[in-house]
């Protein structure tokens, strides 16, 4: 908590900065919890946030019930007291709350319609606060081993030139874009989005891999209580917070009526880029990430063209690594995945020799893996890795 408080810069008060953020997310989680309408609540978090910048106690307006002459809900001292406590139980428990009127609140999150009042926080407030480019990369739950790729190595890369990969830590491509991210090597490289509290990982299957987010100096976050269950309706919300934390969104694999459409269209109403990988007409986990190109899109065929539409520099660097099979039978089966984008391990035995050769692919796929050239997925499904066959010679770097 005491690094995300260097960040602060009131402009009149004598009170530690440690109680100063803790008044001003009190008040405000007091404000989020008083049954108000969604017009009364805009109306009062702009009062309070403007009555907090101009320098006042945060204190005082929960016990004067008045911001700039106007008064303020009767409940606002009792929950503001309750506020404080939880707050202070949760921050024993490593949940920060980073209240809208901090600089450590995200920028891009703090200019969308009606942004959340708090964030709570697992892990580093600096993997958000300090990035000057946010990408976040979304798709299906139920992907394939080919969209699984494609959203590693898009991590993996994007990461590698100091984007900050924002996802929401489902199954899927979610999960595979925070791997990719921390297969980069760079710290603080991802932050995951979850629709629940902070207590409690969802799913619970991702816990390991939330706890190296946080240990590779990452974050969770939340705008929902540390104790809230993941209800479906909390998605949505979760999914505003992740289009509203990115410069643009990625869609690597969807269906139809996939939550990533959603993350897409919030997008498209902050002004963001949104792109989107396109697929067979006839798989439907391409059905929705295909209308997504239909309207509009810009089309990603390659991790060059998310470049291209981000703006970058590039710089010239050594050239790729290129892939290198030691046998013949290695090399057509390399082949015969970067032409079918994923195959399960049967149709990959019989297409070359059936029983006979089992034991001959058995061991070329071993080598291929041992190499990093294929991925091995869940259910016996095969994919080539893209990152060693990329064809670019250049080292590509966000502008700061």
Known sequence: ?????????????????????????????????AKLSAEAMRHYLDLIIAWIEAGADPKQV????????????????????AATDDLELWNDEGISAVPITSNCYPQLLKSIFNPPPILFVRGNHESFASRNHAIAIVGSRRSDGFGDNLAREFAKSLAASNALIVSGLALGIDGMSHRGALDSGVKSATVAILGNGLKTVYPKSHERL??????????????FEPKEIPYPSNFLSRNRIIAGLSNAILVVQAADRSGSLVTARYGLEEGRDVLAVPGSIADQRFKGSNNLIRQGAHVVTCIEDVFDVLGVKKSKSESAKSIEASSPLEKDILQ?????QSVRLP??????????????????????ELDGLIFKHPGDEISVNLGPIQRSS???????
């Open 347 to 368: 149709e990959l035995v019989r297409n070359f020799g059936g029983n006979e050769a089992r034991l001959a692919v058995h061991s070329a796929l071993l080598n291929l």
């Open 394 to 400: 250049l080292q590509l770097e966000f502008n700061r």
């Open 336 to 340: 015969f995945l970067a032409k079918s």
């Open 210 to 223: 939330a706890s190296e987010i946080i240990d590779n100096g990452g974050a969770l976050i939340s705008q």
């Open 1 to 33: 908590m005491r690094e995300a408080l260097e960040y602060l810069s009131m402009k009149t008060t004598s009170q530690p900065l440690e109680s100063v953020l803790l008044n001003q997310s009190a008040l405000l989680l007091a404000l989020s919890r």
């Open 62 to 81: 929960a016990e004067d019930q008045t911001a700039e002459g106007e008064r303020l809900p009767s409940c606002i001292e009792h929950l503001t007291k």
